[in-house]
């Protein structure tokens, strides 16, 4: 039986090369944290674009605020892991490794970010509050709109 050729390492990929690729992976802690702060204000500004008109605006305040973080995680997870044109999830290698990323984020620190904050993110949703299938978030900006407005 022939072995598949895209599971193989590429031929002129040699062992120091790919050492190299490993050790790139695994820098000190360090390192890790200026990731941690890239993928945390990418997400940040990511969000900030069109959250604000997609979740609902908390109405209390003085709730707690605590698990905000953990419902920001999953919104965000539930979006990324969608295909935006059949609405259907992703293989499971794909969540699996776009998980790996989301774990490098700062969620308290999304959840405490300006722009984010008066958000309830426990009410976030794919679609729109109202249910309008023209406003998922995969929709066009003008459905989304017209649909708020209307």
Known sequence: MDSDPNLEPPADL???EYDDMIDLMMKPDQEASAVRDQVTDGI???L???APGMVPKRSDSE????LSPGW???FVRDL???NPVSRSPLSPVQVHLIELALDFADWPALAQDRRLRNLDWSRASLVHPRGSRAAVLSGSD???REEHYS
């Not at 709730?63 to 605590?66: G, I």
């Open 63 to 66: 709730a707690d605020e605590s």
């Open 80 to 82: 990324v892991t969608t």
């Open 44 to 46: 940040a500004a990511w």
């Open 48 to 50: 900030a674009g069109f």
């Open 142 to 144: 003008e459905a989304i």
């Open 14 to 16: 040699c062992i120091k």
């Open 72 to 74: 920001m995680r999953r």
